[in-house]
């Protein structure tokens, strides 16, 4: 199947018209705040804030009845000959452990987490299968089937097989390390942007377009490291980072139609691409131009393992590929300190996966995915602007 | 009343007068009063005068290894306050210690410029160390040194390479002892007789003209210039004036007399609530200066406009990091972008600037009382009184206040102290004018969920919006007068005597008759004798003065 996120998008030309964002000064004596979207129409925003969807109610005893996945000391330690022998001290126990761990993942020179498809079964991987889990999202193929989620108020068939995937890893528990990405999108790496045009009214409105972009500039923050409002971004020169479609405004609740979306992802410093296949975005749109809640989509599994768990084809800051030691570094230690293998993750996704069927290879070939957001208002900028005009420019 | 206060209450009438008369005078026909002058002046340099007179005499990458004591302002300015401050022992240890830097910077080995290159090291250079200290004093203490100077410096270099056995390790130490002197640091006026008549030296015609019009030492044109009598003859001053004016370093000079006005050095002192205002941070600190004096060199000399528009002005220049304050798009990711308001937008002129409005606030809230009492000083040259000692602030200052929800309800009931109205009365109506913008300049229209009011009435111009108020600045007579006179004290370093009356009334005329234009105001007072005469009164500043005897080696 063709999974290529072009043949979606809207053409870019538009781009330059409608989303270069500019906003009237109020007249001084409208007693409405000058943040108020009212009478504006279109509106720009940076994500401020972006993680997964994770369960609402998670009990580790009763979600995971099996307990949580394990990393490959953690499973050597439990053979024979990996436990820790009595004369053994901890310290010699762990450099023992450690070494047969990564002597099993280096795998004879094809290391499983760059080859995970060359890994034996990892019998210790664990999903959550439970079907009490709640969680917030969105329904991305308008059916609730026995493998979907329900939201906390009775909303069903929200997809999530990422959470079912992730579930059980010890990392993505709300103590766990694994949602914390956002931190590399505040320290200036990566980020998110997304304008609204054609606006006619902000509590309902039945087409709206939506243009969604990578930041290609870091975010501006406050000196307790919160995003500004209403600061001013370029959006990513690659069409590939661009995506434009349409929306509707219900209640002052956006949602948008199926399109492709591709963002920048970094991790320890190796440039990765997070894509997202039939995504669509649920938001509320407060009064004073903030943007809350959800981007769903289908990641593609084999994109997903790249950037979330193998980086195997991870690159340096010029494109290039990154040096092989440095891949297997990064998802090697990755693995130990969140508590999976990489032949069990990826496993499991061809397992879990239930978007966008192959019927060659007859395999679902992506996995949804819920990532809740949160954004400010901010003005989005047309890559390489010469216009400084602003009232030319001005509010459409 | 005090002579100046009743000076200026003078030139207001007879501003009133012509107005009133339709008497205006054509420009042509104008002719200068009687030069009356004032004082010979030991003056201290500045922080940017000190910056720009060691980069335009040794280069940019000069080190300058040094913390500059605040200055001293006096009579809105701090340009006249280097007439009346002195160097205290932090300062002197510090010009010291810059002194040692910048000498050792002069003289590192590996610095292709070192001075004396080819001497030898075991040697003493009579001729060359004689050159190097004579060209570099020059250029330092902006007059040829005296034998005697030339000597003592000469003296030290000796006595140096005496002690230490290299030959440019003394050499260093004479300059480290130029750029120490007295001459150096301070702006030492001295006199000639010319026809009986005692006059101010070439030399030091010249460091008041390059100080004036270039903000740094004269360079070697001027001094040239000076050692061949030429300031010395109204063509041979014009050629140098219209020389400098013309020069790149003009706008150094707008700078540094527009960040002296605007009190701008009080931004070292500056504080936020960063929980109250997230935007305002360090880069908006340094912005915010600088957007003003962009918006004002770009008018005043690039777009040779009308100075009173810089109040009302639709165009100014961001960075990416003021686009949150004033909320507006910023096209350029790096730099700075040109930016127009909308023709109805609240920000309009300079007094809507964050750099004015922060300035002119708490660290927690806006100020109509510190921003009208600026308004008045800053930029209509008016008076405004502290408060009295016992005042009780408690009532104005409780911005939670939900019975009094806006600083115009609070500053009613604060008025009803008797000692607080009279001047509440003045500085109200253009505080309260700008109280729409929140203590770094952000947009508003509500405090505590309540409109904010800004109508009032600046002297007689009414006004209901900030816009309005914007305009209503602009057409204040005083802005204009305000600004000629101010810029002829900084010109001067000092308060304008009794005797000079006519000519600021002359120099107020001129402006009007050249379109209230920035540049013509400066080639009229760079061009006039009053610029550089002095009074007879100045047998304090003789030879026999202490200042002057200390700064003879």
Known sequence: ?396 | MTANKFMRLFIVSITICISLLGCERDASSLREPAAAGGPLLVRALTESQYRASVHSIFGEDAPIAMRFEPGLRSEGLLAVGTSEVGLSPFSLEQYNQAAIALSDFVFNPDNPNQPCLDSAADQFDQTCAQHYLSTTGLRLFRRPLSEAQLNLYLEIAKQNFSLLGDFHTGLKYGLVGLLTAPNFLLRIEQTEIVDGVEVLDAYSRAERLAFFLTNTSPDETLLTAAANGQLSHVEGRRQQVERLLASDTLTLAVEDFFTDMLRFDRFRDISKDSGIYPAFNADVLQDAQQQTLLDIVQHLLVDEGDYRQLFNLKQTHLTRALGPIYRVPVPNRKGWSEVSFPSDSAYAGIQSHASFLALHSHPGSSSPTLRGKAIREVFLCQEVPDPPADVDFTLAEETNNHAMPTAKDRLIAHNNEPSCAGCHKIMDPPGLALEQFDGVGKFRVLENNTPIDVAGNLDGQAFETVPQFAQALSNHREIPRCLAERLYRYSVGRDVTWHERAFLDYLNQVFVDVDYRLKPLMRTIALSDSFYAIDGNHSQLSDTHPKIAEAKP
């Open chain 1, 1 to 396: 199947m063709n999974l290529s996120m072009s043949t979606k998008n809207q053409p870019l030309l538009l781009l330059a018209i409608t989303n270069v964002l500019a906003v009237a000064m109020p007249h001084a004596l409208n007693a409405a705040e000058p943040t108020s979207l009212a009478g504006k129409a279109s509106a720009g925003f940076v994500v401020s804030d972006f993680k997964y969807a994770l369960s609402e109610n998670f009990d580790e005893m009763l979600s995971c009845p099996q307990g949580v996945s394990k990393n490959e000391f953690e499973i050597y330690a439990m053979t024979p000959e990996g436990a820790r022998k009595p004369t053994e001290s901890e310290d010699d126990f762990e450099k023992r452990a450690m070494q047969a761990a990564y002597a099993k993942m280096a795998n004879g020179g094809r290391n499983l987490c760059l080859h995970p498809e060359l890994g034996e079964k990892d019998p210790y991987f664990r999903v959550l299968d439970n079907t009490r889990e709640l969680t917030q999202g969105i329904n991305l193929d308008g059916r609730a089937s026995a493998d979907d989620f329900s939201t906390p108020d009775g909303e069903q068939g929200i997809d999530n097989q990422f959470l079912r995937l992730v579930g059980c890893s010890q990392s993505f528990q709300p103590s766990g390390t694994s949602n914390g990405f956002a931190i590399e999108m505040l320290a200036g790496s990566w980020g998110i942007l997304l304008s609204l045009s054609g606006v006619d009214d902000w509590q309902n409105d039945d087409l709206v377009e939506v243009s969604i972009f990578a930041n290609a500039d870091p975010i501006q923050l406050s000196p307790a490291r919160k995003p500004l409002h209403y600061a001013s971004y370029n959006y990513d020169s690659d069409s590939r980072f661009q995506t434009v479609t349409k929306g509707k405004i219900k209640d002052g609740v956006l949602t948008t139609e199926p399109a492709d979306m591709r963002f920048h992802h970094v991790t320890n410093a190796l440039m990765l691409e997070r894509i997202f296949v039939d995504a669509q975005i649920k938001a509320s749109i407060s009064d004073d131009g903030a943007l809350s809640g959800y981007l769903a989509g289908y990641m593609p599994i084999e994109a997903l393992y790249d950037y979330q768990f193998g980086y195997r084809h991870a690159t340096l800051a010029d494109g290039s590929l990154a040096p092989e030691a440095r891949r297997v570094q990064t998802s090697n230690g990755a693995s130990f300190v969140l508590g999976y293998t990489c032949q069990g993750v990826y496993q499991a996704m061809h397992h879990l996966a239930d978007g966008h069927y192959d019927p060659i290879e007859k395999q679902f070939t992506s996995i949804s995915t819920q990532m809740k957001f949160e954004a400010v208002p901010a003005f989005v900028i047309e890559t390489d602007s010469r216009n400084t005009d602003i009232t030319s420019t001005g509010a459409q």
